[in-house]
């Protein structure tokens, strides 16, 4: 019995301690000649969908939650979110080359037509993320309508 109560008492003051170490959370500024809806055409219903469901982590307008600041989850969200942004960041859209931007858009629609976006981790704490069929047809529409878009440019 004592040796449980030295390990969890070594437990809560090593929890303790980690919280002092710093967790990366960032939100970069956001220069709005960067951005997709800069560069690109976003109706209304796109523009809607991308931010109930995609810019929290693919954006550098993060809304980070109050277990974004309690360590270790803090660590794990801040790993999550830049791996996310380093995939496709819609505040940086405008920087990537257009041929960049056309595989962006394919991936889009794969991604979620295949349900593999936004994850399932994400859509158990933030419901609202989840996507309908109607929304995947209408990302889809969306995405291959803008490639055409940026293949004209060229």
Not at 4 to 28: C, D, H, W, Y
Not at 108 to 116: E, H, L, S, T, Y
Request: proline fraction near 5%; charge should be positive; glycine fraction near 4%.
């Amino acid at each position: 019995m004592r040796v449980f109560r030295g390990l969890f008492l070594l437990g809560g003051v090593a929890l303790v301690l980690i919280q002092l170490l710093p967790s990366g959370r960032s939100n970069p500024p956001v220069v709005a000649a960067r951005t997709i809806e800069q560069t690109l055409t976003v109706p209304a219903d796109v523009k809607a969908i991308l931010d109930r469901s995609c810019k929290n982590c693919h954006s550098n307008e993060t809304v980070w939650p109050w277990y974004a600041h309690v360590a270790p989850a803090s660590w794990l969200l801040v790993m999550d979110v830049n791996h996310a942004r380093e995939e496709m960041n819609f505040s940086e859209w405008g920087v990537e080359n257009v041929d960049a931007q056309r595989d962006s858009l394919l991936e889009i629609c794969r991604k979620v037509k295949a349900g593999a976006m936004p994850l399932r981790s994400y859509t158990l704490l933030h419901r609202e993320a989840a996507l309908t069929p109607a929304d995947v047809t209408t990302l889809c529409t969306w995405s291959e309508s803008a490639r055409k878009q940026l293949r004209q440019r060229q």
